[in-house]
């Protein structure tokens, strides 16, 4: 698997530790999702995340739309868009297994030549792996909400991310977020409204709903979705 390896830091040394909007779950890889990443990873996964990446070495063909899609899940929204969109370049980032696994399987059904995945924190591969103002759009649908108030320095979308994007987007390039949680939702609008860098477009419309979404519609919680453009 294509996890990376960190060594530990030696414990003479005091190293403030890293807050990521993530937690390494084990989880369980079906059988068909271990054959899809023994089968399917090396044409479809991106290896080097340490370098930058060239899409001209990675996509059939390169001088196209990027389109970043980060915490894919299962895939269900990154394969529909792919489909629906055949003149964009899509890469995915997840760093479960599982939902790798599972969007590998359908990747190699549909035949799809348009999207690779990484498998990577996006915050790691967004500053080691993309040059400035070469994204077009940024795609981040239903982050982990971290509900609980002491976890809100989780959250992936925070004034450093949004700095971030930011700097790889190209001119006028857009990013859309969709979350079932009312105060995660406050907190992306303040945040894109105290960058200044970001003009609010028309909400996002997706004709996909995800398995996100139907269980958050389930407990009753307000689908928000957002788009908001580069100036």
Sequence with gaps: MPYSSFVNPSPKLKQKREVTSFVRRAGRITSGQKHAWQSY????????TKRIIDTTNVFNKPNRKLIIEI????GEVLIDSAIRNPDNNFIGIEVYESGIGQCLIHLSDKKLTNV???NEDAKRVLI???KDQTIDQINIFFPDPWPKKRHHKRRLINK???LLMQKKLKKNGCINIATDWDDYAEQIIDVFNKSKLFKKAND???NLETKFERRGLKLGHKIQKFTFQLH
């Design 116 to 118: 690779k995945l990484i």
């Design 71 to 74: 915490g894919f899940g299962n």
């Design 160 to 162: 450093d991310f949004v």
């Design 41 to 48: 990873w090396e044409l479809y996964g991106i290896q080097n």
């Design 128 to 130: 080691h792996s993309f």
């Design 204 to 206: 996002l419309t997706l």
